[in-house]
């Protein structure tokens, strides 16, 4: 059986969170991803294959390393999905201020 991993699973770990900040900055190797961890290489490992099924980070074979590179295409269609949610929320809180403010107490 073939195990399908969900963008929104994948991100909702923080040490996975934490990869996909720290390879945003600059491509890094497993060894020096992992090097910003206190958990073993190999926990480290499997957190970037879920990053990479999920198509949140790319591989790139430099030589005889690995680089992992971040995936903007993939979280803009991230960010593309939640935008009409936030938009939502906005307008509900600018009612709300709107409602508040007429109910100001009167000094």
């Known amino acids: 059986m073939e195990l399908r991993r969900d963008v929104f699973q994948a991100i909702a770990d923080p040490t996975r969170r934490a990869i996909i900040t720290l390879v945003a900055v600059q491509a890094m190797t497993p060894t ?14 499997k957190h970037i294959q879920i990053l990479t099924e999920c198509e949140l980070l790319k591989q790139e074979q430099n030589g005889r390393e690995i680089y992992y590179h971040f ?13 009409p ?18 109910y100001k107490p009167k000094k």
């Open 85 to 102: 949610f936030r938009e939502m929320w906005d307008n509900r809180f600018n009612k709300l201020e709107a409602i508040m403010k007429k």
């Open 71 to 83: 995936n903007p295409e993939k979280m803009k269609a991230i960010a593309d999905f939640i935008e």
């Open 32 to 45: 020096a991803i992992a090097e910003n961890f206190d958990s073993s290489r190999q926990t480290i490992s």
